[in-house]
């Protein structure tokens, strides 16, 4: 923290001064997610807060899709990104390109997309979803067959909570969690049987399958706090049982885990500097604000 301090000092000061409000996922690390952080929750919560934020400027401490949800939530709103480069690997799996080869191939199928994507895609799409209602979403959708997009892992997952709808998806995945194998949790089971596992929906089916729970990251921190497991072994990725161990001294976090390269991007010094130069502004095409928020707008309203 002595290192930290000065910066979380510094940011705290500018962010009144630029009324300023931070955003942060709960994979931004400890210094951001404790130190400077205004609200902080998973990409679902994230963009609830979005729709009621007073403040006129937001910095997005997350990846560049959940900047761009906030920014058509919010477009009157000035939406810094610390750091443009952080993308993801789900956002950048599919194109509005994808969406229509996919509704050529499921005439009439509804096309549920993961908030992981562009506003372009949101807008080629009818319904966002995240990974905390993304099962509520689909049983939500008219007819048999639902397109899912672009994350084939949730979408697997989902079928099997959803057995009465067909469900088709997209070839993409999240570089963090599909590295993760139901073979590296058998064997650390054997190991530490006592562990409870906890794992994300972006993980493989067979990985889920073996986990004692899976939900969003903040349905796992809503886990942990109500079960008190007195060894977790969260499968997702590593700041999340950094940033919850102060708050749960009972349970001993276990790895492995996986570092995300994109929301690592985010650090103290680059939100330092977004705010004293007030870079990099978030846009997004003026065409595409009103159906992509459209699709978040469903979304929330069935979650609701
Ligand atoms: P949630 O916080 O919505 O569970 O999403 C995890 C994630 O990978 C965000 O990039
Ligand atoms: Fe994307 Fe996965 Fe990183 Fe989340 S953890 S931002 S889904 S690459």
Redesign the pocket.
């Known amino acids: 923290w002595a290192r930290h301090a000065p910066y979380v000092i510094a940011i705290n000061r500018l962010k009144a001064k630029r009324g300023a409000v931070i955003l942060a996922?709960n994979?931004m690390t400890p210094d951001i997610y404790h130190g400077i952080a205004d609200v902080v929750g998973d990409s679902l919560q994230l963009a609830i807060e979005a729709t009621k934020v007073e403040a006129g400027v937001i910095v997005q401490c997350?990846?560049h899709?959940m900047a761009e949800t906030s920014k058509v939530l919010s477009p009157s709103k000035t939406v810094l990104m610390p750091d443009m480069g952080?993308?993801?690997?789900?956002?950048d799996a599919i194109t509005p390109a994808g969406i229509a080869e996919m509704r050529a191939m499921y005439p009439g199928a509804p096309v549920v997309s993961y908030v992981?994507t562009t506003a372009a895609v949101k807008a080629a799409s009818d319904i966002c979803c995240t990974s905390a209602n993304a099962a509520q979403i689909v049983r939500a959708m008219p007819g048999d067959t639902v397109i899912m997009t672009p994350?084939k892992y949730l979408a697997q997952n989902v079928a099997k909570q959803v057995p009465e709808k067909r469900i088709v998806w997209w070839d993409g995945a999240?570089?963090?969690?599909e590295r993760f194998t139901a073979q590296d949790l058998r064997e650390f089971r054997e190991f530490q049987p006592d562990t409870t596992i906890i794992a994300?929906p972006?993980c493989p089916p067979d990985v889920v399958t073996e986990a004692d729970f899976s939900g969003s990251t903040a349905g796992i921190i809503d886990f942990v706090t109500q079960n008190q497991p007195s060894k977790a072994l969260l499968v997702?990725?590593c700041s999340m049982a950094s940033n919850i161990a102060d708050a749960h001294p009972q349970v001993e976090f276990v790895g492995p885990c996986?570092m995300?390269?994109?929301?690592k991007m985010i650090t103290l010094e680059k939100v330092l500097w977004s705010l004293h130069t007030m870079t990099t502004p978030v846009e997004v095409d003026p065409e595409l604000i009103a159906p992509a928020r459209a699709a978040v707008e469903r979304m929330i309203e069935i979650s609701r």
């Open positions: 996922h994979y997350g990846v899709f952080a993308g993801c690997s789900l956002a992981n994350d999240c570089i963090v969690h994300h972006e997702t990725e996986n995300c390269p994109y929301m």
